[in-house]
């Protein structure tokens, strides 16, 4: 029940804030280019946390902000086979902002790393950051990771995590 809901709210969340948010274009431009920044996050249902660094690049596209983002953590979450060590993604970003906002939704490839070996799945989620400066800013992010027959397993073990970030844009 609850990978229902997360799989009705993340799309919505996102749509809505691309929606409402989508900002002119002068004020978009704070917001393009190379990024890199580091992650802390809170993974649900498993009382556990990861820590990461991500990097990307965003482009404006039609009004918007398009982007493509790599995110590498690491993580001790209990899964079928064994823990989960690492928890990487590469996955696209569509969003609006304004000088001080960026709102967006993200999806794309979710992989999970460990001793069972690595397993493939899907990452959706939705984003705010906030600039402190002109190229410093603080976010967070929700996220919703889906994994199909984990492992072999039979199960289908979905990892939701909330991610506080600091990035610096370039």
């Not at 804030?17 to 190379?34: D, K, N």
């Not at 482009?59 to 953590?73: F, I, V």
Request: aromatic share 10%; hydrophobic share 45%.
């Amino acid at each position: 029940m609850r990978a229902n809901l997360w799989g009705l709210v993340l799309p919505l969340s996102g749509a809505l804030a691309m929606l409402c948010c989508a900002g002119t274009a002068e004020a978009q431009r704070r917001w393009e280019g190379f990024y890199l920044g580091g992650n802390m996050a809170l993974v649900f249902d498993a009382d556990d946390y990861a820590k990461s660094l991500h990097m990307g690049l965003r482009a404006p596209w039609k009004g918007l902000l398009l982007g493509t983002e790599l995110e590498l953590s690491e993580t001790d979450i209990g899964a079928p086979g064994g823990p989960i060590r690492n928890l990487d993604h590469v996955k696209l970003t569509l969003g609006g902002g304004s000088n001080q906002f960026l709102y967006y939704a993200s999806g794309g490839l979710a992989v999970a790393r460990g001793r069972f070996g690595a397993e493939a799945g899907a990452v959706l989620g939705v984003g705010i950051d906030y600039a402190l400066s002109p190229h410093l800013s603080l976010g967070a992010e929700m996220q919703h990771h889906i994994f199909p027959d984990f492992n072999g397993s039979g199960r289908d073990p979905d990892i939701n995590t909330l991610t506080a970030r600091v990035t610096w844009t370039f």
